[in-house]
C-alpha cells in the first residue's frame, strides 16, 4: 500500500484531502508576533484579513524535518510513503521532507512538484489516481515527472501590493501600477516564478489569459485544471466559463488559496494550473 504525504500548500479543498486520506504536513504563517498553522488554526478568509491590515508582508515557514518524520514513521507500517512538496524554489520544505526520510529511516520517496497551489495538488491527485491504479513508485514518479514538466501555471496578480510590502518594489512604482491598472501576469518556469506579460485593464487581463491557455495546448479534452484565488470568485467564474466555454476540459477544481500561496499571489490574485 502506498501512502501519500504532502505539505500544506497543495490548495486542495477539505472534501478531497478527508476523501483520499491524504496526509498533510503543514507550514506556517507569522503575522506581526502572531504564528498559525495552515489547515488549522486560520482559515484563508481570516488570512486575507489580517494580510490587508498587516504593515509588513506575513512569513510563511517551512515545515521542520520532525514533523515530516513522525508522518513517515506513522505511515511506514502500511507500506510506503510519497511525499509531494511544494517547488523547491519557493520553499525549503522539499529540503525539511528530505531531512525527515534520512531521519525516519523509513522505505519514504520525496518528490519536488516544481509547483504551488494546485499545480501541486493536482500532482497530488494524479498520484493518488495512479496509486489506486496499482502503478508502482517508480511508475508514479516517472509519470509525473513528465507531467509537471508540461505543466503550465500562470499567476494573475490583481494588485502589486504583496510585492511592494515585500521590498521588491518601491511605493511609488506599485502606485504607478495601481492608477495605470497595470495588472501583472507571472508564470512558473522550472519550479520559478517570472514575469511574463503586463496588461493595462481587468478585462484585457483576463482575456489575455484565455489566449496564453490557447497558445499552450491544443486538446483539453483530458486535461483538469486548477484555479485558486484570493477573494475573487467574478473573475475566476468569469475564466471557468470561457474556459469551459473554448477548451472543454475534462474539470475544473476551484478553490479559496491558502495562506502559503496568498502571501505571494496578495488580494484578488489567481494561480490557474493545467
Known sequence: MLSIVSDSSFDLPRELIDKHDIHVVPLHVNIGQNVYTEGLDITPQEFYHYMAEAQELPKT??????????????????????????????????????????????????????????????????????????????????????????????????????????????????????????????????GAVDILEKVHGKKRFLNRTIEIIAERKKDFSDTYFGITHVNNSKDVEFLKSLINEKFHPRGILINEMGPTMATYAGEGGIILSF
Open 61 to 190: 515557514s517551512q515545515p521542520t524535518p520532525a514533523a515530516f518524520a513522525d508522518s513517515f514513521k506513522k505511515l511506514s507500517p502500511l507500506g510506503h510513503v510519497l511525499c509531494l512538496t511544494i517547488s523547491s524554489k519557493l520553499s525549503g520544505t522539499y529540503q525539511s521532507a528530505c531531512l525527515a526520510k534520512t531521519l525516519a529511516d523509513v522505505p519514504v520517496t520525496v518528490f519536488d512538484t516544481l509547483a504551488g497551489s494546485l499545480g501541486h495538488g493536482l500532482q497530488v491527485l494524479k498520484a493518488i489516481d495512479m496509486a489506486q491504479k496499482g502503478f508502482s513508485v517508480n511508475e508514479i514518479v516517472e509519470r509525473l515527472t513528465a507531467y509537471k514538466k508540461d505543466m503550465t501555471i500562470l499567476i494573475l496578480l490583481d494588485t502589486l501590493e504583496n510585492i511592494v510590502k515585500g521590498g521588491r518594489l518601491n511605493k511609488f512604482q506599485g502606485s504607478l501600477a495601481k492608477i495605470l491598472n497595470i495588472k501583472v501576469l507571472l508564470h512558473n518556469i522550472e
